[in-house]
């Protein structure tokens, strides 16, 4: 290759920052993303939130509630840096966007309220991101607002988070105002205008002391990760901007600190060193390691493949959307070149698809593209096949990227349209919302044959049934909302599953015995085969677990999926003649409704993480409310000004419409969040009952039936 063509490369390489924007909701992601397009001129006006005119929030949905439902992709230009920047949301119900996002984005920007710190979903979206081993540069927003307090928030992410937070700036307020910022890499001090003018000056003389402090503190922070910087420091001489920017970036890249920057997106203040940061100190392409895959027929064998636009083409779908105009299937590419036009191997399911046309995404506008590179995002149209997690690659090079993992649904509710003779255009809309969702499912109750949607929370089911109306022009009528109980085995126990008919004709027999344990550390069904000495052969074993898991998923009477549960193979009969892989799948089928039968089994609920702040004089009332609802509280603290936060774990069940009540409790000045936490057994009282509410509903339907 031309030395000066490979260069080039590297430096357009050099340039690129694929970053995302994640946060708790109401810490001000959006506002901080419309602020960052409009001082990077993408956007000549700023739109706010509260308004329904952000940018990134172009659904309607988005809009009439103000928050982010779905992540937005967007590009624009700082200095001679070009950002990939994507907004995800912050409400628990939507961690999917988060998640898929965070899989493809090689930085981030978590932006905390400067009254609440660190937060519920504060700590869940920075899980996703250690996950997925995402730099972070930390942003404290809205200091303006009464009770602020910058301390105290880096304070929340070093005993929260347990991250290494070292702050680069100090905000100097005045009141509920920022006055202006101090750059402790910079040593100067900074201000704005109204309109969000930044202008540079000399630290104010009362302030110099304090800000020697905070810079010798940073110094030592980050000079460990410099060995010039740390000597130059021990010994008392200069330490130069550039090597504090440099062992800072080296530290963030690595993960190994999180600088923590600050300012009033709202009030236009604190943006433009952010950019300057994520331009500083978060990762190109090229400071990535190489992806990381497998290959060969069995897909075992390790596979890496360098950030290189020279390399075979590979990249990753992470996210797909519904559009009248044709779907669209947003990539990642890690390596290679993708072309208009080309095929590309969809490796998961070894099927060929066509990339007809590639978009550059500005939230929901387009532009058209014949080619995106190594370290580029983009949208691509007619991809019929693939959706979020699949890998695309060059067909003469295949490769299996890492998948995404996402949550179990925890609530569901009956869907029907209120034009019957719409159900086939509801079955399809459906489906469409489904493959866009990874954690949407939709389903055929067998029994009532009812429609059934299943979600993150009542606002995800909520969102669905708006989209069916607006975007796909379905009206419906929704159920109550149920709880997505779970059931598993009460104890262990070996059991005989038999099945044999020999009457007459062609027979089935397959009899086989499994040993039978609660697992409650997994939420799956694990089989293990310990049949030795041939007892069944080979070729049934896999019929044996294909029905055991047939039965778990489904259910039994009560039709709750059967999970936490290991099943040993130890022995087991069959027959020369009559044996079959049905006998052997339908006994398979019969061992696990006699384990329940004979071992009696457990339901599990949902629980969910609760995080309620609410004003002082409201807390006994919040409390006592709380302790109804089966809460177990893990600790109450204080937050200026007059605040408590009540955290805790509670059964979703109990939760149904408790917006309404705290806000009754509180005169409206309560707030709460929560996420999905883990499965527990419920108590035996309340198992009584929600079998007997199961089957009498079972009944009446069935009755309606005839």
């Known amino acids: 290759m031309d030395p000066k063509l490979h260069a080039a490369q590297i430096a357009e390489m050099a340039a690129r920052r694929n970053f995302g924007i994640m946060a708790h909701i109401d810490a001000g992601k959006t506002t901080v993303s419309e602020r960052i397009l409009y001082f990077t001129g993408k956007i000549r006006q700023t739109k706010e939130v509260h308004e329904g005119g952000a940018t990134m929030d172009y659904m309607d949905e988005e809009r009439e509630r103000g928050i ?17 920047l994507i907004d995800t949301p912050g409400h628990v119900d939507f961690t999917a966007e988060v998640e898929r996002s965070l899989r493809v984005l090689d930085g981030a920007v978590a932006v905390f309220d400067g009254v609440a710190g660190v937060e519920a979903q504060s700590e869940t979206v920075w899980r996703q991101a250690e996950r997925y081993r995402v730099p972070r540069v930390c942003f404290i927003n809205k200091l303006d607002r009464a009770g602020a307090d910058f301390e105290m928030c880096v304070n929340s992410i070093l005993t929260r988070l347990g991250a290494k937070a070292v702050p680069l700036q100090l905000p100097i307020m005045n009141g509920q105002s920022i006055v202006g910022i101090i750059d402790l890499v910079e040593q100067d001090f900074m201000q704005w205008t109204d309109e969000g003018d930044m202008s540079r000056g000399p630290i104010p003389q009362e302030y110099l002391a304090k800000t020697e402090v905070a810079r010798n503190a940073m110094i030592e922070s980050v000079a460990e990760y410099s060995d010039a910087l740390l000597e130059t420091y021990l010994e008392g001489g200069h330490v130069s901007r550039d090597e504090i920017r440099l062992a800072i970036r080296k530290g963030t890249v690595t993960r190994s600190m999180f600088p923590v920057l600050c300012g009033a997106a709202l009030k236009n203040r604190g943006v433009q060193p952010l950019l300057d940061a994520v331009c500083d100190y978060l990762p190109s392409p090229l400071d990535l390691e190489p992806i990381k895959g497998t290959k060969g027929p069995k897909k075992t064998d390790e596979e890496f493949r360098p950030h290189d636009q020279n390399a075979p083409f590979s990249g990753l779908a992470f996210k797909s959307i519904h559009d009248p105009n044709g779907d669209l299937t947003f990539v990642r590419v890690y390596s290679g070149v993708l072309n ?5 191997l969809n490796t998961g399911k070894s099927k060929y698809e066509r990339a007809g046309r590639i978009l550059r995404m500005h939230a929901n506008q387009r532009e058209p593209l014949d080619c995106v590179k190594a370290g580029d995002i983009c949208a691509v149209v007619g991809l019929k096949l693939s959706y979020t997690g699949d890998t695309l690659c060059d067909p003469n090079h295949p490769i299996l990227l890492e998948a995404m993992n996402f949550p ?16 086939d255009k509801l079955g399809e809309a459906l489906s469409r919302l489904a493959k866009e969702d990874p954690t949407f499912r939709r389903y055929t109750d067998p029994e009532t044959e009812e429609t059934i949607i299943a979600g993150m929370g009542e606002l995800h089911l909520e969102i669905i049934a708006s989209r069916l109306a607006r975007e796909f022009k379905v ?27 020999q009457s007459g004709g062609s027979g089935q027999y397959g009899i086989v015995k499994v040993l039978f344990e609660p697992n409650p550390s997994s939420m799956e069904f694990e089989f293990i085969d310990e049949i ?28 709750l999926p059967i999970v936490g549960l290991k099943g040993s193979l130890v022995d087991g009969k069959y027959h020369d003649v009559d044996s079959s892989e049905m006998a052997f799948r339908i006994a398979g089928q019969i061992v696990v409704r006699e384990a329940l039968a004979q071992l009696g089994f457990v339901i599990l609920e949902p629980l969910m993480k609760l995080e309620v702040t609410c004003p002082d ?13 089966r809460v177990v509280i893990d600790d109450v603290t204080n937050m200026p000004p ?31 969040s929560m996420e999905p936490a883990e499965y527990q057994a419920v108590p035996r009282s309340l198992q009584d009952a929600i079998v007997k509410d199961i089957k009498e509903k079972r009944a009446a339907q069935a009755a309606a039936r005839k």
């Open 617 to 629: 004089d409201y807390q006994g009332g919040v409390t006592g409310d709380l302790m109804r609802r």
């Open 475 to 501: 009206e419906v009528i929704t159920g109550k909302p149920r709880v997505a109980y779970r059931m598993t085995l009460a104890k262990r126990g070996e059991i005989e599953g038999r099945h044999v008919k």
């Open 642 to 672: 007059n605040l408590r936060v009540i955290r805790g774990k509670v059964p979703i069940a109990e939760m149904f419409q408790y917006s309404t009540t705290l806000r009754s409790i509180t005169q409206g000045r309560g707030t709460f």
């Open 68 to 84: 982010t439902i779905t992540s937005a992709a967007t590009s624009c230009v700082w200095g001679d840096k070009k950002l990939i």
């Open 532 to 559: 030795v000495g041939g007892a069944i052969p080979r070729e049934y074993i896999g019929a044996v677990e294909e029905g055991m898991r047939d039965i778990c998923d489904v259910g039994t009477e009560l039709r």
């Open 340 to 344: 208009r036009g080309d095929e590309v």
């Open 408 to 423: 179990q649904t925890v609530i569901s509710q009956s869907v029907e349209p209120k034009n019957r003779g719409e159900r």
